[in-house]
């Protein structure tokens, strides 16, 4: 089975934790950030929200909470919460940058013992991040 999460993410005030991830196998995109100074760094917090496509083809909307640290200069660890009406999970990933504003690695959910790949595209203040999984 294969399942995917869609949303955005927003940058939370001036904290040093940021994200937005999915929901066991999912995949989620992020909503805006404030402040243009730190869009192409991951660091800090992030929330927002998107939906979720089950292999079943229903979808659930989600909201996300994220925390982004700087591992080196081009790398990140996250540690983000989402949850649906139906479920609540955390994930944590490793990313590191492949483009002037994107960055790619993978997430694992230990709860659901789920794995797989992280996309994200930093725009200004906002992101878009992708999480997918064949796992069902």
């Known amino acids: 089975m294969r399942?995917?999460?869609?949303?955005?993410?927003?940058?939370?005030?001036?904290?040093?934790?940021?994200g937005a991830l999915a929901i066991a196998t999912l995949m989620v995109?992020?909503?805006?950030?404030?402040?243009?100074a730190q869009a192409q760094s991951l660091e800090g917090s992030w929330s927002g929200g998107g939906s979720v496509s089950f292999s079943?083809?229903?979808k659930e909307q989600a909201r996300c909470r994220a925390n982004y640290?700087?591992?080196?200069?081009?790398?990140?660890?996250l540690r983000a919460v989402c949850a649906t009406p139906s479920a609540?999970?955390?994930?944590?990933?490793?990313?590191r940058r492949v483009g002037s504003n994107r960055f790619a690695g993978s997430f694992y959910n230990s709860e659901y013992n789920v794995s797989g790949?992280?996309?994200?595209?930093?725009?200004?203040?906002?992101?878009?991040?992708?999480?997918?999984?064949d796992a069902g």
């Open 88 to 95: 609540r999970a955390e994930q944590t990933a490793t990313v």
């Open 3 to 18: 399942a995917t999460m869609g949303g955005n993410l927003k940058r939370l005030s001036y904290t040093k934790s940021a």
């Open 56 to 58: 079943s083809g229903a």
């Open 117 to 133: 790949s992280i996309y994200i595209v930093v725009r200004g203040g906002s992101q878009n991040v992708r999480l997918t999984s």
């Open 69 to 77: 640290r700087r591992r080196t200069p081009d790398s990140y660890t």
């Open 29 to 36: 995109s992020g909503l805006a950030a404030t402040g243009q």
